[in-house]
Every structure is written in C-alpha cells, then in structure tokens.
C-alpha cells in the first residue's frame, strides 16, 4: 500500500496530520489567554529591565571605549588590571580638571539662561509679530501666540490645582536623578571587570549553550558586538566633536550662552534627530533677543555644522553599521520612548539593532526551512546569515 504523503504545511510545522494544526492553535489561544490572566507577573521583570539596562549600557559604553587602550598598554608589558586602573585615574582627572574649568562657567550660564527663558519668549513673541505685521499672516501669528499663551495658563493652572500630583512629580525626578547616580556608580564597576576578563562572559555564554547552536550563538555575538560597539563607540565620539564644533562656532560669531547651547547640543545629539531639533529652539530664542542680524548667523552656523557633522563627521565616526532607515528611527524613538521614557529615547536606537538582529537571524532560518519544505514551489533567497550583511 502507498505510504500517504504529508502536506507541506503540516510538515514544516513539524507535525504528521491536520489534528497537530489544530493543537497548535488551541494551544497558542490557551497561551494568550493565560499571558492576559497573569500579565502582573511581568510588571517586575519590566522593572529589572529599567534599573538595570542603564548601568550595562554605560559599562558596555566604557568597555567599548576603554578596551582597546587597555589592550594597548597591556600588549607593552603593563598587566592588565593596572592598565585599567591608570586609565580611569586618567579619566577621572580629566573630569575633575575640566569639571573645576568649566562647571562655574556652565552654572552661571545655566541659571542666567533659566531666569531669563520667559523674557527670551516674549521677546521672541514680538519679534514674529513685528516681522508679520504687514503681512496676510499677521492674523494667523496673533490665533497662535493666543493659543500658546492660553496652554500655557491651562498649564499654570493644572499644576496649581493638583499640587500632589507636582509632588509626584518631584518624586519622579529624584527618582531619576538617583538612577543616573547609579548608573554613573555602578557602570565603571561593571566595566572593570569587563574589561579585565573580556573573553570570560563570552566563554560562560557558549558553555551553557547546547553545542547544536553553538556555532549559530558566536555569530549572532560576533555581529552583536561589532555592531553595538560601532554605534555606542562612533555616537560618543560623534557628539563630543558636534559640542566642540558648536562651542566654537557660537563663540566666533558672537552669542550668548555660548557654552551651555554648545553642551545641551552635544548631549542632545544623541538622541537622533529629535536631540538636535529640542537644542536648536532655545538657541533661536536667545538669538531673537540679540539682533535680527544674529538670528541669520546663528540659523546659518547651526545648520552649517549640522550639514558638516552629518556629511563628513558621522560617516567617518560612525559608519553605516546599523543600516536603518530615517523614518525607522523616529519610530523606534516614539515607540522606546513611550514603553521605557527617557531611557528608551536614549538606547532605543542599539536596543532595536540587537532585536533587529535576532529577529533576521530567526527569519534567515524560517526561510533555509521553507525552502526545504516548499523548495518546489519556488526558493528563497539570500537565506545565508553573514557578517558581511551587517
């Protein structure tokens, strides 16, 4: 008697008969329900996730940064942990030098900018309706000053009525202001030993993976690491030479709050896209105050920079690791930042790299087994997983 033939579906899915469907979709219904019923047990890992991601990110930024002039010195006959070790008293010296030239200097700028921010709105207010009065806008910029003047009383006035809920809020910035002294304490410590035993946490990964996927687990490493490193390395680096850039330009052509403009731009930088647009507002508002002439140069300089730090320093800086796309971006930074706040804006980018990552070695391997299942019926393609994709 003829052996009856599998279907291909039911094949690729890995069972013998239609039944073996039916059990994966009652099984899959009774797993989403069961997820929905229990979904609070997840609420902690959530939480783990938040606390923890931003000292490894910081550890895995110092490691990046540090290691090869760690492996440097060490190459030169300098034993490794006292390589390290110079090297944060480097660093940290550094940071007290600067921190004793230039925190007076980023102060007293940052409160003068602070007490003078409405007036900086106001005078940036009048300037447009100046510039709009003899124009069919005019009427449009009043509508819209108005709104604005109105959120912002609707704002005054939600905060005044719900005063609890400020000092939620003030409990909310503790909070963070704790968690990045955390991170700040805990991801040089993590570093450390990062950076002292670099193969250790690599070894312990392989060893605890079954040896079928072994070879599969150094790969998605080896990109792993190569890409995050690209990125956190070329991102540092990318916006320390934006701030220096900016401190000069804004320096050469004469502006106010030179310095902290400069800072926020370089920090802000970080956060693609988006960092770059929230440092340009204020600087436009205090160019408004100084002079319509000032406003040109600044508009000028501001986009110069952008146009020479976007052309000639991130493609040299940085590269094109990542391979995504503008529009993606700006997804993942809404998405990131609605699901983890401020630390999704921040490593939202490297996160979605590394799912991203996942997610195409998962798809290369649905495609090897559906070309062994439906092969007849037409191939896919490209389904190798190379490091020279990534």
């Not at 719900?162 to 968690?179: E, K, M, P, T």
């Not at 998605?220 to 916006?239: D, E, H, P, R, T």
């Not at 502006?255 to 770059?276: D, R």
């Amino acid at each position: 008697m003829e052996k009856k033939k599998r279907q291909p579906l039911i094949a690729f899915l890995g069972g013998k008969t239609s039944y073996y469907i039916v059990g994966l979709v009652v099984l899959l219904a009774l797993a989403i329900l069961l997820l929905q019923k229990v979904s609070f047990i997840f609420h902690p890992i959530v939480v783990i996730l938040q606390t923890i991601l931003p000292p490894v990110v910081f550890a895995l930024l110092l490691y990046y940064l540090l290691n090869p002039l760690v492996d440097f010195l060490n190459k030169h006959g300098v034993p490794r942990t006292l390589s390290i070790t110079l090297t944060y008293l480097v660093i940290f010296g550094l940071l007290i030098f600067g921190g004793f030239q230039l925190v007076p200097v980023i102060e007293d700028q940052s409160r003068d900018l602070a007490n003078n921010f409405p007036n900086l709105i106001n005078d940036f207010q009048k300037a447009i309706e100046n510039i709009l009065a003899n124009t069919p806008l005019k009427n449009w910029a009043e509508q819209a000053f108005e709104s604005v003047d109105e959120w912002w009383k609707d704002i005054a006035g939600i905060v005044g009525d719900n005063w609890q809920q400020g000092a939620q809020s003030l409990g909310n910035i503790f909070s963070a202001v704790s968690s990045v002294a955390i991170t700040l304490f805990t991801g040089p410590i993590i570093a450390f030993f990062l950076i002292k035993d670099p193969r250790k946490l690599y070894q312990a990964v392989i060893q605890i993976t079954p040896p079928k996927f072994r070879e599969d687990t150094k790969s998605l490493i080896k990109i792993a690491n190569q890409q995050l490193g690209a990125f956190l390395k070329g991102q540092v680096i990318a916006s320390l030479l934006l701030g220096l850039i900016y401190w000069g330009v804004f320096l050469l052509i004469g502006m106010e709050y030179s310095t902290v403009l400069a800072l926020a731009a370089g920090i802000l930088s970080i956060i693609p896209y988006v960092g770059a647009f929230l440092a340009f507002i204020p600087g436009l508002f205090i160019a408004f105050q100084i002079s319509t002439f000032m406003v040109v140069k600044f508009v000028i300089a501001w986009f110069a920079v952008q146009l020479l730090h976007g052309d000639l320093v991130v493609p040299r800086v940085m590269g094109d690791r990542l391979k995504i796309h503008p529009v993606t971006i700006l997804v993942v930074l809404l998405v990131m930042g609605d699901l983890l706040g401020v630390v999704g804006v921040i490593f939202g980018i490297p996160i979605y790299s590394m799912v991203k990552l996942v997610v195409v070695f998962v798809f290369r391997k649905f495609k090897q087994r559906y070309n062994r299942y439906f092969g007849d019926e037409g191939e896919y393609q490209e389904t190798k997983f190379s490091e020279d994709d990534y």
